[in-house]
């Protein structure tokens, strides 16, 4: 993990937001995380729900037709994003890029520095640890 930064997730999503040379140390982080996503449950009697069965997670239209899957970096985000009494789950985020490879995922959608995750992107991450484009963009300072 990235020593060079200190911060946890939320703060490193911020950071890269503004400045992208904090892209690989965010990517390196969120790789080693936990995070949360919202699931479709199958209740067993007395609402219970089942464990042993495969988890279905949930996915939101786009305006492109194409379904993205939010996830979030903490319970909190979570809960400001989506209805009372959805039920969610903590995996690894590693893990959970590796379980939807081929779709495309969106980190805290509902936040200001909400970012998100092409096929593309993720396959990348899975491969590399981090995503480098190929063209590095670089942002103008004004004095």
Same mark, same amino acid.
């Given at each position: +993990?990235?020593?060079?930064?200190?911060?946890? !997730?939320?703060?490193?999503?911020? +950071?890269? $937001?503004?400045?992208?040379?904090?892209?690989?140390?965010?990517?390196?982080?969120?790789?080693?995380?936990?995070?949360? #996503?919202? /699931?479709?449950?199958? #209740?067993?009697?007395?609402?219970? /729900?089942?464990?042993?069965?495969? !988890?279905? /997670? +949930?996915?939101?239209?786009?305006?492109?037709?194409?379904?993205? #899957?939010?996830? $979030?970096?903490?319970?909190?985000? !979570?809960?400001?994003?989506?209805?009372?009494?959805?039920?969610?789950?903590?995996?690894?985020?590693?893990?959970?890029?590796?379980?939807?490879?081929?779709?495309? !995922?969106?980190? %805290?959608?509902?936040? *200001? $520095?909400?970012?998100?995750?092409?096929?593309?992107? /993720?396959?990348?991450?899975?491969?590399?640890?981090?995503?480098?484009?190929?063209?590095?963009? *670089?942002?103008?300072?004004? %004095?």
């Amino acid at each position: +993990m990235a020593t060079w930064i200190k911060g946890n !997730l939320e703060t490193l999503l911020k +950071m890269a $937001f503004y400045e992208p040379a904090y892209l690989p140390g965010f990517y390196e982080i969120l790789l080693a995380s936990k995070v949360y #996503i919202v /699931i479709v449950p199958e #209740i067993a009697d007395a609402g219970v /729900i089942k464990t042993h069965e495969t !988890l279905k /997670i +949930m996915a939101f239209p786009t305006s492109d037709d194409r379904p993205v #899957i939010p996830f $979030f970096s903490s319970a909190q985000e !979570l809960k400001r994003s989506v209805d009372y009494g959805a039920y969610y789950v903590c995996v690894g985020a590693r893990y959970l890029f590796s379980a939807t490879l081929g779709g495309d !995922l969106v980190l %805290n959608p509902k936040s *200001k $520095f909400a970012k998100r995750f092409s096929a593309t992107e /993720i396959n990348s991450l899975i491969e590399t640890g981090a995503h480098y484009p190929a063209v590095q963009t *670089k942002r103008a300072h004004h %004095n």
